[in-house]
């Protein structure tokens, strides 16, 4: 099992670019999310999926959008980049809504110049 | 909303020596309290969590209290290890929903041989 996988693992874009982080769990769970990172920071929810078929917002969801494509997938959408979303981001899931993120990706490192 | 703040910021300590971090919450209301651990450039590891109806959990070297009456937990290493060098997350939330998980900023522990 490769637990979640996220891509591209590195990214550097232009402002005004738009791209898509891709996520995928191939443990059944329920629940996803996704996380930035900055530097001197805890994680920060920025939306999450309790389930397939439903997403909500989370802490800082300004400026992104996501996508429950299916149980497996849940994908996070920068549609016009900004300097301030420069970050380190991690997906993660859980069995349920119930536990606490346990299962994180390896992160994708995103620049924006 | 919930804040959770974090002390120290960066932990020096001898091989062997006891390590302890602090974090206070101010929502009175969260009620389950994870810690991660994080080594430079990896994913977040959930290490130990707790509960408020329990004042302390130990899982080998780790521990960790909870003072419901200061909003305040710890967590503790005994006999440190090099390996142990890594940045420790704490965090809380209700146990209604840990998407609204919030965490502190992080200690940076640096363990020397």
């Known amino acids: 099992n490769a637990g979640v996988t996220q891509t591209p693992k590195f990214q550097v874009l232009k402002t005004g670019q738009s791209m898509t982080l891709q996520c995928a769990q191939d443990?059944?769970?329920?629940?996803m999310y996704w996380y930035r990172q900055d530097p001197g920071m805890g994680l920060r929810l920025i939306y999450y999926?309790?389930?397939?078929?439903?997403?909500d917002k989370g802490e800082v969801p300004n400026g992104y959008n996501v996508s429950r494509l299916n149980k497996r997938e849940f994908s996070l959408r920068l549609e016009s980049a900004a300097p301030s979303q420069t970050s380190v981001y991690f997906c993660?899931?859980?069995?349920?809504?119930?536990?606490?993120?346990?299962?994180f990706g390896d992160g994708t490192r995103l620049s924006i110049l | 909303g919930e804040n959770v703040e974090q002390h120290p910021s960066t932990l020096s300590v001898q091989e062997g020596d006891s390590a302890v971090i602090k974090c206070t919450y101010s929502?009175?209301?969260?009620?389950?309290f994870p810690w991660y651990k994080q080594e430079l450039g990896k994913r977040p590891q959930l290490i130990i969590d707790?509960?408020?109806?329990?004042g302390e959990k130990k899982d080998q070297r780790i521990a960790v209290t909870l003072n419901k009456t200061a909003k305040h937990f710890s967590l503790h290493i005994t006999e440190t290890q090099p390996e142990d060098s890594a940045v420790y997350f704490c965090?809380?939330?209700?146990?209604?929903?840990?998407?609204?998980?919030?965490f502190g900023t992080g200690t940076r522990l640096l363990v020397s041989p």
């Open positions: 993660a899931s859980t069995r349920d809504r119930g536990e606490a993120p346990q299962h």
């Open positions: 443990m059944n769970h329920n629940s």
């Open positions: 999926s309790a389930s397939e078929g439903t997403t």
């Open positions: 929502d009175s209301a969260s009620n389950y």
């Open positions: 707790i509960r408020s109806n329990v």
């Open positions: 965090a809380a939330s209700r146990n209604t929903g840990f998407q609204k998980l919030v």
